[in-house]
């Protein structure tokens, strides 16, 4: 930057406003007003960027010669512009009178807006009334149309069209009848129910009319429904058919009579009632009739577990051959009827062409499905024609007067405890099939004639149990040591109640069936006794305990109990008979080892064992073993019934010999001079084959 001379100035002293300002000086009045400096440091350091200030200063002019040029240059310019507007005077005239006419152009323009406007208002206002014109008279037409339906409604539901009394009086029972029993329906509660139209003077010209339809009606109807009431009546008729097919169409007729003829309705429901009391009544009846013929007389009082003589029949008929007598202490077949729970009823004149008889219990669930069957179809019956449940009741009053007139004969002439717990289990089954159904009129029935059931039973079982308890041991003995048939009655008769009961779980009847078992305990104990022998008392047990073990086995795992108790006395007399088959052939060796081969024969000088001793057992053991074993093989063969049992038994005896024997052998072994009796010892190796030998054809 250069000064007015010419010369160079740094930037640095060009912007050092500071030594620039202190070289100024205030040519001011001192006895003027004071001046305050304050804030003109920030102020000239606010400056110091402006390039004019920063030009000013760096020139070295003084402010007030600056501020004085200023001034005239404005003076100047002022003046110049004075002499631009004296110029432009004419211009700015004429600009003038052109200002002064657009404003009068506006101010016309105004007036004219301003009568738009004061007519828009009025035709705003005209449009307001015409609106509330509009609005008035569309409430008046919505009122009057209002008025024009209910008063058209009100027509409508009173006056009674002549197509409608010509069916009603002249018309038959078919779906127009029912629809125009509807439309007559509505117009009767119209009138009976609005206050208003029982005061209109309509109703009184409209309303006797009403009431002769309705008579005329409801003796039609009733006519009707009486007629179709008596095909119930007629024989071969199939009661369900007719009601699903016929009845259940006419079910406004009812709804009709139950709304505007509830004295009729009345007369209807007790014909009905009265009707389907006795056809069922005497359907069921027959039906019981006609299963008689089926029956197969199974037990009576004589057929007991511990009763040898029969004699008489059940329920007092003819005696069955005797090759129905073991179904009444074996399960066998019987249970299949739980398989077929819900199989349809036996119909009568089928099952007599065949030939066939039933146990009781078949003929029991054919009745109890066909009075399932029937309920179920009367109860659905009776809720949806007439609407109420509750008449079910009434009509089967004589249907369950039948049945239980029926079992009142039967039950207390029955004796076959494997039947009556087929008919609780029957009943049950029938309970959870009408609960699935969701059908509840039956659960009292079913309920009572399980109850009258388990006392039978009770009575029935606890007539076995006597007769074991009370039963003539000498009446009953025989001179055989296979299974008592005593023995194989009690095993099915207890296998089957087991497998009845493993479904239920019934704690009663396990502990009956634990008395019943105490008692066979203590009569088979009692027969065992006389036989002569020890050896056939135990023979005559383990087949009996063998036998009920193999026919319990049968009834499942719930067995368990009853069967491992026979299975702890199979053992123990197991053990005890082949002591007594070991002693009966080698008595003098098992007394000896017993007493003397487990003992030391130096521990004892008194009384040594001497081969003089021993020397007897060896050669006869060695003279007739295989004979003694083969008579041992024949007499398990003659004694058992069971051959795996007696052969089981037979290898039991064997392997006992063959402790016995090396126990003899051991003791000579410990003998001085013992060995000079190894010749007449017969070697374990072959004792054993003999042993494999007989194993071998079981």
Not at 431 to 455: A, E, H, T
Not at 483 to 510: C, K, W
Request: proline share 3%.
């Amino acid at each position: 930057m250069t000064d007015v001379n010419g010369s160079s100035v740094s930037p640095s002293s060009a912007f050092d406003l500071g030594a620039f300002v202190g070289d100024l000086t205030i040519e001011e009045d001192l006895n003027g007003d004071d001046i305050s400096l304050e804030g003109l440091q920030q102020e000239l350091e606010e400056c110091k960027h402006d390039e004019v200030v920063a030009n000013i200063l760096s020139k070295g002019t003084k402010l007030r010669d600056y501020t004085k040029g200023v001034e005239n240059d404005l003076r100047k310019v002022e003046l110049d512009s004075i002499q631009d507007y004296i110029k432009e005077s004419d211009n700015l005239v004429s600009l003038h009178d052109q200002i002064r006419d657009c404003d009068n152009i506006l101010s016309h323009m105004e007036t004219l807006l301003s009568g738009f406007q004061a007519e828009i208002g009025s035709i705003s206002s005209d449009i307001k009334i015409l609106q509330e014109k509009s609005m008035d008279m569309g409430l008046r037409l919505k009122n009057r149309k209002v008025a024009e339906s209910k008063l058209a409604k009100f027509v409508e539901d009173i006056i009674i069209p002549p197509r409608m009394v010509d069916i009603i009086i002249d018309g038959e029972v078919n779906e127009e009848y029912l629809r125009t029993l509807e439309i007559l329906s509505k117009k009767l509660k119209f009138v009976e129910v609005d206050t208003m139209v029982k005061a209109s003077k309509a109703l009184k010209d409209v309303q006797p009319e009403l009431e002769k339809l309705r008579q005329k009606a409801v003796s039609k109807v009733f006519d009707f429904i009486v007629q179709k009431l008596y095909a119930l009546r007629k024989p071969k008729t199939n009661i369900q058919i007719l009601q699903q097919s016929v009845l259940l169409k006419y079910k406004y007729v009812v709804n009709f009579l139950k709304e505007h003829g509830k004295e009729v309705y009345n007369e209807i429901r007790a014909a009905y009632i009265d009707t389907m009391n006795k056809v069922l009544s005497a359907h069921f009846r027959a039906y019981i009739q006609a299963l008689e013929k089926l029956q197969l007389d199974i037990a009576t009082s004589n057929d007991l577990i511990g009763v040898e003589t029969r004699s008489g029949g059940l329920f007092a008929r003819a005696w069955e051959p005797l090759k129905n007598r073991s179904a009444v202490f074996a399960l066998g077949d019987r249970i299949n009827i739980l398989k077929e729970i819900d199989e349809p009823a036996l119909i009568p004149h089928i099952a007599e062409a065949s030939s066939i008889k039933h146990p009781y219990e078949v003929l029991f669930r054919s009745l109890q499905k066909l009075l399932m069957d029937t309920a179920t179809s009367e109860y659905n019956f009776c809720d949806e024609f007439f609407g109420e449940q509750h008449m079910f009741y009434e009509i089967f009053s004589g249907p369950f007067g039948v049945m239980d007139e029926h079992f009142n004969t039967i039950l207390p002439n029955c004796y076959d405890a494997i039947g009556l717990m087929l008919m609780i289990r029957i009943i049950h089954q029938h309970q959870l099939i009408m609960s699935r159904r969701r059908i509840p009129c039956l659960d009292s029935y079913l309920d009572k004639v399980n109850i009258s059931l388990w006392p039978r039973f009770k009575m029935v079982f606890d007539m076995h149990l006597y007769s074991l308890r009370n039963a003539s041991v000498r009446t009953l003995w025989e001179d055989d040591v296979h299974p008592h048939y005593v023995m194989r009655r009690y095993a099915e008769f207890t296998a089957s109640l087991i497998h009845l009961n493993s479904e239920f779980g019934d704690g009663q009847l396990d502990l009956n069936l634990e008395r019943l078992r105490m008692a066979i305990d203590d009569l088979l104990i009692k027969l065992a006794k006389n036989f002569t022998k020890s050896k056939l008392q135990t023979v005559f047990l383990i087949n009996n305990y063998d036998m009920t073990i193999a026919v319990l086995k049968e009834a499942g795992p719930e067995a368990g109990k009853i069967q491992m108790h026979f299975e702890e006395l199979l053992k123990s007399n197991t053990a005890l008979f082949v002591e007594e088959l070991l002693q009966e052939h080698f008595n003098d060796l098992i007394k000896f080892v017993k007493a003397k081969a487990s003992e030391d024969p130096t521990a004892s000088p008194d009384k040594p064992i001497t081969i003089a001793e021993v020397e007897p057992l060896v050669k006869d053991f060695a003279s007739r073993w295989k004979a003694a074993i083969e008579l041992m093989h024949k007499d398990v063969i003659t004694s058992f019934s069971n051959f795996l049992c007696g052969m089981e038994i037979l290898r039991a005896a064997l392997t006992q010999l063959l402790l016995y024997y090396t126990r003899l052998s051991d003791s000579i072994k410990r003998i001085p001079g013992g060995s000079a009796l190894n010749k007449d010892l017969v070697s374990i190796s072959s004792i054993m084959y003999e042993i494999r030998k007989y194993s071998r054809t079981f």
